[in-house]
């Protein structure tokens, strides 16, 4: 059974532990005295290292209780966005907030609060199970690098669920690829006031391009954004050079291509619209780019086995799940692409990335019992 009041405490406690990305090892310690506790063996993998951080992701495994049987991952994130330092949690019966000058932190510290709470249940209730895996990464708030560079080849399991969305009642199998595009304009420096028909404004370039790019929602599967741009010197000077960073998403790979080839054309179109012959020599206005793929799709189909078993878990509580996909990336786009079978439960928080999140108790408590039902029937069925 999950105690909700030993669930919720222990949430209040995680969340009191400063942990923003890449300053994780107090949290971290934290968790590998509460999982040794319960019987788990902890290790730390060396992510730290490539991240410059202060602790690498926590792996932790509980031997099964029964013989046989296939191995099981709970995963969740251990850093927390900003302003994140400082939590002071306030509790209103159903609903945990913070005080207002920070975020909550349930992004992802409800997450950990509902599998040590899965894992304290499922010892007390001295259910058989099989082997389990316990993944609390770093650095997901910070381009997902601590999923990124997970050595999944140290787990056993290659089924799971990630905890890290809002809605209890939906398991996320579908999330987008991303690219993540940098452009530098180039122009030619003039003075403003005393010969501007001798210039190359860059920062007009790019918005010329910007204007006539398709940005937004494109199509259900599809986004792009242009989100920073920086550029020129002083107001008197005709800028020669502008930078933009954009980002193109989709849940289909041939529209993410097409996106991001569009939003190169259109600068390359509006580059060339731009030249000048001065004493003989002509200048051009000029456009360099790089493409960079953050990161690749989740896609799991709806008769995978875990979304089978989470569905089956959820009907044994007299509750339906519905499939979700989402425009954002989780750990589970990179387990995923390392080729393991996790979908992303909801845990009740809300309105995350803001100061005014917030937690349900009663979703932490129905997404806890979703995924011990979970667990026990993977273990019954594997
Ligand atoms: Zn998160």
Redesign the pocket.
Known sequence: MINRDRMRDHFLTLVQIDSPSRKEREIAMHLKEELTSLGAEVSFDQTDQMVGGTVGNLIARIPGTRSGGTPFLLCA?MDTVGPGEGIKPQVEENLIKSDGSTILGA??KSGIAIICEVLRALQKEKVPYAELEIVFTIC??SGLLGARHLDVSRLHARTGLIL?SSDPDRLITRAPAANRLQFTLQGFEAHAGVCPERGINAIRIASEAIAGMRLGRLDDETTANIGTIEGGIAINIIPSAVTVHGEARSHDEAKLKAQTEHMIRCFEEAAGQHQLTLDGTTHRGQVTYQVQRDYDRLFIPEEARIVQLVRHAAHTLGREITLWRTGGA?DANFLCAKGLEVANVGTGQRE?HTVREYLLLDDMVRSAELVLNTVKLHASMS
Do not use: A, F, L
């Open positions: 994130h992004d992802d997901e708030e890290d989780s995350v």
